[in-house]
């Protein structure tokens, strides 16, 4: 019988899945997933008698991790009987191992999940979009994986698919040759121990300390620029962490001022929602931008403009398109 087989390595993509089979009946479905994730937090995804795990490296790519996840697909292209003519559900088709998984069975059939902001980003030549070292690390990546590797198609990546999944109709600009289907995103209410008050600026973190991509004393001034803008006597900026920072980034903010709300297993997205009325949402390049500005208790939506970071120019393009407020950089 069709298996239906869907990749599954960030929580993200474990929600959006989970929002999927809330609209579509999908038969035979087998789940390869990260073994660092808790598949059960998902009621549908939890239902699914037929997983198996995954183990990614933590650390960056390198050829005897490229080998490692190479073996890894082969090994379940045998043990669970994969076959051409089962369907592929993937979110990021620049994933070395949904690389290596989609060449070893040869999926004739995919079909691509949402995976936060950069499926709303414009798709460039091949996705080299950060210039020659995005280019030597495509490079790199296709000499580690070779010849697992399938780059020949752009949607937020490398593979073609027949059909696509998101939140919002905005998904995969100019793919034309997609069929897009929407689904709904819920936010569900929670207990929250410390709120966000009326008329409080929640500022979403991102890991760009973590990731290199920008200095702790550049970061902290972003946020400062949001706090001395936005708030006053009356109101008070939340920081709300992204899991990938790290207590060194968060105890830093902390130091020079900033209030980080640590409360665990809630959303950004859920945070605010159960927070109070009137609230100003800012952040950098967050996926939760998009996806709160339509709130009732959220009055405005803003990203700050970072200067000569790699590859943000095109999300700030794209968070204008989907609503948010996008304002200068700070020097302006």
């Known amino acids: 019988m069709k298996k239906n087989v869907v990749i599954l ?23 390869i997933y990260c073994s660092q994730l808790n598949i059960n937090s998902w009621p549908l995804l939890k239902k699914c008698n037929n997983k198996s795990t995954l183990c990614l490296p933590k650390e960056y790519l ?11 697909a082969k090994t379940l292209h045998k043990d669970l009987d994969l076959e051409p003519t089962d369907t592929l559900w993937f ?3 620049a994933d070395p191992f949904t690389q290596a998984l989609y060449k070893n069975v040869g999926f004739k059939e995919t079909r691509v999940l949402e995976d936060g902001l950069g499926a709303y980003v414009q798709p460039s030549f091949l996705a080299w979009r950060g210039g020659l070292i995005s280019l030597l690390r495509r490079l ?17 990546g490398n593979i073609k698919a027949d059909f696509g999944y998101s939140y919002n109709k905005m998904a995969y600009p100019k793919i034309y040759n997609i069929k897009l289907i929407t689904i709904e995103k819920q ?16 500022f979403i973190g991102q890991p760009f300390i973590e990731k290199r991509r920008i200095c702790r004393q550049k970061y902290l001034e972003h946020i400062l620029f949001v706090k001395k803008k936005y708030a006053n006597e009356k109101n008070k900026l939340i920081y709300r962490p992204h899991p990938g920072e790290s207590t060194d980034t968060l105890s830093y903010l902390e ?17 605010i929602y159960s927070s109070g009325n009137n609230l100003i949402i800012a952040g950098i390049a967050s996926t939760s931008l998009i996806y709160v500005r339509n709130m009732e208790n959220v009055e405005k939506v803003i990203s700050t403009r970072i200067p000569n970071v790699r590859g943000l120019e095109l999300h700030y393009t794209a968070l204008a398109r989907l609503g948010v407020e996008v304002i200068p950089p700070l020097s302006h």
Request: aromatic share 12%; glycine share 2%.
């Open 9 to 31: 390595t960030t929580a993200f993509q474990c929600e959006i899945f989970n929002s999927v089979l809330k609209k579509e009946e999908i038969p035979n479905l087998l789940i």
């Open 187 to 202: 936010t569900i209410e929670q207990k929250v121990k410390n709120p966000a008050a009326d008329k409080d600026i929640v």
């Open 91 to 93: 979110a990021n088709d």
């Open 140 to 156: 790199k990546l296709i000499l580690y994986l070779f010849p697992y590797y399938r780059a020949f198609y752009s949607i937020c």
């Open 62 to 72: 390198t050829f005897k991790r490229a080998r490692s996840l190479i073996k890894q």
């Open 255 to 271: 130091s020079n001022g900033i209030i980080v709300n640590y409360e665990s297993g809630i959303s950004a997205e859920e945070y």
